[in-house]
């Protein structure tokens, strides 16, 4: 596919001082330790000053001690990717990367990403909201339908409920599934077909979509093992897709990202059932901090148009450092 149209890298010609915080206490903290530390070396081969922070409960004064320019946040989950960091750095006036308080809160909880996104003519499974305790009365929805937590990320606790699987029917409260783990649950129809994903890159210009990549795991469906295990998964980059799929998936990804109000990054995963044209494309969700590992989509689709992951980690870090020096607070300006 090439550079999108009219794409240019921003890259930093100051040197600052980066905090890279990471880890934290989520179920995605391996994938952040790993996120974070990409970033870090990525930041000091270009001549930053990076001081790694493992995030605890002390965070704030540890940032506050190292009096960085701007914080890089590489968490993954709660509470790093759902308001709590960002309100945080915000009342300590410090920049950082990736969205602000009020598009995390919206982003990182299914139901709201709904509310915001399908109004604005951008299509979504539909589905609710159920107790765990109702499942092992009767199914929510005609099978196969799909359960998943409200507000994780990286397809966390993600079942696919079919008339074959082994969950019971209804759901025996013993069979292993999310419904072990959390309340309260998004019951949503399975849509057939094929995994999408496109990233997002904010710039001086405005957000520009990068590609669209399908996601083909080896076994079974593309939950947090295929994703961060090396081998699982093929990532077919760019997608082999109809023209007029692509551009879809394109235009929907930077239209979330703008609906959401997100800054820096993002990354929107879709469900396409080929069967349907683009009456079959729908968004799943969208992600704020989507992952920087080695095996990440967005650094993937960054280097297939020309962006190295030094240039990626740059700029993110100038989107940043641009959204603070305009007044402006990270993604509180849906619209």
């Known amino acids: 596919m090439g550079n999108p149209e009219g794409w240019q890298a921003v890259t930093l010609d100051t040197k600052y ?14 994938v952040s330790l790993m996120s974070g530390e990409g970033v ?50 915000d009342l300590m006036g410090v920049p950082y990367t990736h969205s602000g308080l009020a598009t995390s809160v919206i982003a990182i909880d299914k139901e709201l990403t709904k509310q915001q996104l399908v109004p604005r003519g951008i299509p979504m499974p539909g589905g609710r909201i159920v107790k765990s305790e109702e499942l092992y009365e009767k199914d929510p929805l005609p099978r196969p339908y799909v359960l998943k937590p409200v507000n994780e990320g990286s397809s966390v606790g993600v079942a696919i409920v079919t008339d074959e ?16 783990e959390f309340r309260q ?10 995994e999408l994903t496109t990233a997002v ?32 998964t093929e990532h077919v980059c760019p997608a082999d897709l109809p ?4 551009a ?19 990354r929107t995963d879709f469900r396409w059932d080929d069967e349907n044209g683009v009456d079959g494309l729908f968004v799943l969700e969208t992600n704020t901090q989507p992952g920087m590992t080695p095996l990440s989509l967005v650094p993937e689709q960054a280097r297939h148009c020309g962006m190295s992951y030094e240039d990626l980690v740059e700029a993110i870090v100038a989107e940043a450092l641009r959204t603070h020096a305009n007044g402006g607070g990270n993604g509180t300006d849906q619209a």
């Open 17 to 30: 001082h980066v905090a890279v915080l990471m880890g934290g206490w989520a179920n995605e903290r391996p």
């Open 40 to 89: 870090a070396k990525a930041l000091e081969a270009r001549g930053h000053t990076v001081t790694r922070i493992d995030m605890d409960r002390t965070v704030a004064a540890k940032i506050a001690e190292a009096a960085p320019d701007v914080v890089f946040n590489a968490l993954h989950g709660v509470p790093g990717e759902d308001g709590t960091v960002q309100g945080m750095l």
């Open 165 to 180: 699987s082994n969950y019971g029917n209804p759901i025996r409260p013993d069979a292993k599934g999310p419904w072990q």
């Open 185 to 194: 649950l998004l019951a949503e129809p399975f849509i057939r077909g094929r």
């Open 201 to 232: 890159i904010d710039g001086p210009d405005g957000p520009r979509a990068l590609t669209v990549t399908e996601l083909v795991p080896k076994s079974g469906f593309y939950d947090f093992d295929a994703k961060y295990t090396d081998g699982m």
């Open 243 to 246: 023209e007029e799929i692509t």
């Open 248 to 266: 879809l998936c394109l235009d929907l990804a930077v239209r979330a990202h703008k609906a959401l109000g997100c800054k820096g990054t993002s």
